[in-house]
């Protein structure tokens, strides 16, 4: 293997998919790290991407399915970086490939295997909006189209019982559990970090009622309900599945103050996520409650004056922290602070909250690993004094999209093209 020729990309969303496909196309190999069993990362979660309400499936799919159908790169889902070391054009890093014990080659996706699971868990990749087995896809249309077993839950793999029934549902001979992690060696002239994003957990903020009432949702939540792959097959619903919400409100800005920044996203999906409430159910009334608008870019401004000119009603609150929520029978009581800074309150049927963007679970401990810095937010640090630098703290690795911090899917597209130039630079230097 030559290092020079090879290049590992840790994290499979849009930033390490494109970085890994036009790494390709300039004759590399790849390596595409994902610690998940699917690749795509946080877009697929999302029904429709703005500014052109483009269908997320179909905008990722034919991604997804060239990079697993590319022979330069090589897709290592269920894995992580355990060790490198070397330096920038020689890298020496060791993977660790957990087991899958499902059979990639063999496996045709058919399904059969969950029903006969009698082992069922949250699933977190639907926001626990629903369940799923200890053998599972995380949703309808993941890529690869391949289940995985948690082992932590599978009556057999975890010593509870001699539980064969996914094995003797399978026809194609797919589920081996037999199958054992395995340590991979590789050597790499040049790493991405393109570990993506999480949103932080709504219960911190305790004043917004999520956790305490069933009608407050998290905005990913939404994002699921709206989505045609979710659990709901993008039906407008309340947590009991059946019932629809006559009217709806979204905060913004919920947790802001808790990472302290901007997660640059939010009001524009929030223009987008009440346009499409309002396609689903055109009798439902939308509020937008906000203190500050941020709209980095002159389509979502566009998106965002047409969606005030009748889809939503804008309410301005001065004071976040100061609003309280409370249920009412079956609604909510919305009390916050107007521009005069009297209480006024507002009643509705369902709550949207758009929580924070922060760092990826486990970045700050690939961080320590890569011996690459983080800045004083938990994502990962690019050079002093370089306005939109991809260089990280150590030579030769690069960072690429949410990773460094919260962006959209063109800025994150565009991060990653940058750093698929200082690759090449690096490399054919």
């Known amino acids: 293997m030559n290092p020079t020729e090879t290049v590992l990309v840790i994290g499979s969303g849009i930033a390490g998919m494109e970085a890994s496909l036009m790494l390709s196309k300039a004759g590399k190999k790849v390596f595409l790290v994902e610690r998940l069993p699917l690749i795509g990362g946080n877009v697929i979660k999302t029904g429709e991407s703005f500014p052109n309400m483009e269908c997320s499936t179909c905008l990722v799919a034919p991604i997804q399915q060239e990079i697993l159908q590319d022979s330069n790169i090589e897709v290592l889902t269920v894995s992580d970086i ?66 995985v077993i948690d082992p932590a839950l599978c009556l057999r793999l975890n010593g509870g019982e001699e539980c064969n029934l996914c094995m003797e549902a399978c026809m194609f001979g797919a589920i081996d559990f037999s199958e054992k992690e395995e340590i991979l060696e590789i050597n790499a002239g040049a790493v991405i970090v393109a570990a993506g994003f999480e949103t932080i957990d709504a219960k911190e903020i305790e004043n917004l009622g999520y956790g305490k009432y069933p009608g407050v949702f998290t905005a990913y939540e939404l994002e699921r309900l709206l989505a045609s792959n979710g659990p709901t097959e993008g039906k407008l619903r309340m947590r009991d599945g059946e019932t629809k919400p006559g009217r709806v409100a979204i905060i913004h800005c919920a947790g802001r103050d808790k990472v302290g920044y901007c997660s640059n996203v939010c009001c524009s999906y929030s223009a987008r996520h009440a346009h499409f409430m309002k396609e689903k159910l055109p009798e439902v009334e939308i509020f937008d409650i906000y203190s500050d608008l941020c709209l980095p870019d002159k389509h979502y401004q566009k998106l965002n004056t047409e969606i005030r000119n009748g889809t939503s009603s804008y309410i301005y609150q001065s004071d976040i922290a100061k609003m309280k929520i409370e249920e009412l029978e079956d609604k909510l009581l919305i009390q916050y602070l107007n521009e005069q800074e009297a209480e006024v309150s507002l009643e509705v049927d369902m709550l949207i909250l758009t929580v924070a963007i922060k760092p990826a679970a486990g970045l700050e401990e690939l961080a320590d690993l890569l011996e690459i810095e983080i800045d004083k937010y938990g994502f990962i640090k690019t050079a002093a004094g370089e306005i939109g630098s991809v260089c990280t703290s150590r030579s030769g690795i690069f960072v690429a999209g949410c990773a460094e911090g919260p962006k959209d899917i063109p800025c994150s597209v565009l991060q990653s093209e940058a750093a698929v130039a200082q690759v090449m630079r690096l490399l054919e230097s």
């Open 82 to 147: 355990i060790s490198i070391s070397g330096k920038a054009g020689d890298f020496a890093i060791s993977v660790r490939k957990r087991a899958r014990y499902v059979n990639i080659g063999a496996c045709l996706g058919c399904g059969m295997c969950y029903p006969v699971c009698p082992v069922t868990q949250p699933n977190n990749w639907e926001q626990n909006l629903v369940e799923k087995k200890a053998i599972f896809v995380e949703c309808a249309g993941s890529l690869p189209n391949v289940p």
